[in-house]
């Protein structure tokens, strides 16, 4: 079993930047396909981007293409999501997870799940 903690949210204006990360613990990173995803008040978890298990294919959900960036590093047991040119339609929580298959959209291909961390864009 892996376990997953994400960090790196926080309160942000419209325009600005932020990081996450999400660092593995329990069995290596390395092992899994991971995948971002967020949900916001009233709302489902909706697909953010998710990385292959190597990290040579990515892919992204069309409301983030271009402005948002997922990677891995292996070594570190890390994956990270870096956001740019954030607007408040980007608030929501975000969780990492992992998947033992592959790499996905689905929330439900997904075995692992972090506790998620808070972003929120002001306007």
């Known amino acids: 079993q892996v376990q997953l903690v994400e960090s790196g949210g926080g309160l942000v204006q419209t325009g600005g930047s932020l990081r996450l990360s999400c660092v593995a613990s329990?069995?290596?990173?390395?092992?899994?396909?991971m995948g971002w995803f967020r949900q916001a008040p009233g709302k489902e978890r909706e697909f953010v981007a998710a990385?292959?298990?190597?990290?040579?294919?990515?892919y992204y959900a069309d409301s983030v293409k271009g402005r948002f960036t997922i990677s891995r590093d292996n070594a570190k047991n890390t994956v990270y999501l870096q956001m740019n040119s954030l607007t408040p339609e980007d608030t929501a929580i975000y969780y990492c997870?992992?998947?033992?298959?592959?790499?996905?959209?689905?929330?439900?291909?997904?075995?692992?799940w972090g506790q998620g961390t808070q972003v929120t864009v002001s306007s």
């Open positions: 997870a992992a998947d033992n298959m592959g790499y996905s959209s689905a929330p439900s291909a997904y075995d692992y």
């Open positions: 329990g069995r290596p990173l390395s092992r899994y396909g």
């Open positions: 990385i292959s298990k190597s990290g040579c294919s990515t």
